[in-house]
């Protein structure tokens, strides 16, 4: 038996027994125990495999670029992280945009817009779109991350990706999912298009939002760990795969308001199945690619 077949061998009867990722996750206790992190390498584990949850904040602060590759700096930098984190909070007190009684989602928000420049003249002026798009992720990270100072940090360089790095990535993803769901099954796209639904579908909560507000945390986290690690175009196969999921559905609505409003608030019970399915679905059709938006 060779090296390849006795691992794969390994790994199959690991899944079998209930321990699926045991050798990924020594792997990854590897890769974190070098001096100076290896960012390309950390980057391609996250690409391949699930994150094991009690490492993911610590390889998302690395791969998002709070935390420096090499593990000495770490303690250090995470103090002057929440040193700027303390200033920018008592400076939102001081001139009274924010209390105690404000929601936590709310503060990171104004913290995020006084650091970019942004912050509105009273905190009663109504919210701007992107601003919902930033609550609706930060409601996320809150569920994923118990650490205030980690949450914010991680809510600030994860929008702050959306925002440059896939800048123009993310508006290209409708057409991609419009080509990848026509390979997987022409009828269904031939559907929506009948029904005017295409053009309706929700994008704005699939591709700006990443799924928050649409998948619970469990199945959220190990889509972002692709969109963290170097991969946005993963939304488009979850997108994807929940047409192809919920495709007896979708074919019994035949107005692209109910198929909209169907989208938007899909059964939660399906998630994690639907994840795992739509990582198989970007695998096959993109190999395993890193850095690849």
């Known amino acids: 038996m060779t090296e390849d077949s006795q691992r794969n061998f390994r790994s199959v009867y690991y899944e079998k027994v209930g321990f699926r990722g045991v050798e990924e996750k020594k792997s990854l206790e590897i890769l974190l125990k070098d001096d100076r992190l290896d960012i390309e390498k950390l980057c391609t584990f996250s690409q391949r495999f699930p994150l094991p949850s009690m490492y993911r904040a610590l390889v998302w602060k690395v791969l998002l670029g709070i935390l420096p590759p090499h593990h000495e700096s770490h303690a250090q930098v995470m103090m002057y992280r929440k040193e700027q984190y303390c200033d920018v909070l008592h400076a939102l007190k001081v001139v ?111 591709f700006k939002r990443c799924f928050a507000g649409c998948l619970p945390e469990s199945s959220l986290q190990r889509v972002w760990d692709k969109v963290v690690s170097g991969s946005c175009k993963i939304l488009v196969f979850v997108a994807v795969e929940i047409l192809l999921t919920f495709k007896i559905k979708v074919m019994a609505l035949n107005s692209a308001e109910k198929i909209t409003k169907f989208l938007e608030n899909i059964p939660q019970d399906s998630s994690d199945a639907i994840v795992s399915k739509a990582i198989d679905l970007w695998h096959k059709h993109c190999g395993t690619p890193v850095h690849s938006a």
């Open 96 to 206: 009274r945009f924010v209390s105690d009684a404000t929601p936590q989602v709310e503060v990171y928000l104004r913290m995020y817009q006084l650091e970019s420049g942004k912050l509105p003249r009273s905190p009663s002026f109504p919210l701007e779109p992107e601003d919902e798009v930033f609550l609706a992720i930060a409601k996320a990270v809150e569920e994923m991350v118990e650490d205030s100072v980690d949450c914010y940090w991680i809510i600030r360089c994860f929008v702050n990706q959306l925002n440059n790095k896939y800048r123009e990535s993310l508006p290209q993803l409708p057409k991609a999912f419009e080509q990848y769901l026509n390979l997987e099954d022409s009828r269904l796209l031939s559907h929506l298009k009948t029904c005017s639904a295409l053009s309706r579908l929700p994008y704005d909560l699939w």
